[in-house]
Nanobody, 120 residues
Framework: VQLQASGGGLVQAGGSLRLSCAAS????????MGWFRQAPGKEREFVAA????????YYADSVKGRFTISRDNAKNTVYLQMNSLKPEDTAVYYC??????????????WGQGTQVTVSS
């Protein structure tokens, strides 16, 4: 599966962005999907995950209540709605897919990153 992330940009603290990840392949609906991020000088960290039908979602504590992951299997796309953004959310955000449809940590396939910068 190939993953193409988009939607990053520059936003002020308190603002919102929506990231999208378009996936190729007819079996997208069978994959667990998720988002990770990597800030400068830090390791990549888990942000959110969603199971194959969207029935279950998982979030890092740092984004709970602010970020929402969702998916549209008809469009082969997963989204990350980010609200109340903080400067510490600044990072390159990566889309990921997992062969396990119920994965809470999808890491089998990776897309290219999209930069999110939050100014104070």
């Amino acid at each position: 599966v190939q993953l193409q992330a988009s939607g990053g940009g520059l936003v002020q603290a308190g603002g919102s962005l929506r990231l999208s990840c378009a996936a190729s392949g007819r079996t997208f609906s069978r994959y667990g999907m998720g988002w990770f991020r990597q800030a400068p000088g830090k390791e990549r960290e888990f942000v959110a995950a969603v199971t194959w039908r969207g029935g279950s979602t998982y979030y890092a504590d740092s984004v709970k209540g602010r970020f929402t992951i969702s998916r549209d299997n008809a469009k082969n796309t997963v989204y990350l709605q980010m609200n109340s953004l903080k400067p510490e959310d600044t990072a390159v955000y990566y889309c990921a897919a997992d062969l396990s449809p119920y994965s809470d940590y999808p890491d089998d396939y990776w897309g290219q990153g999209t930069q999110v910068t939050v100014s104070s």
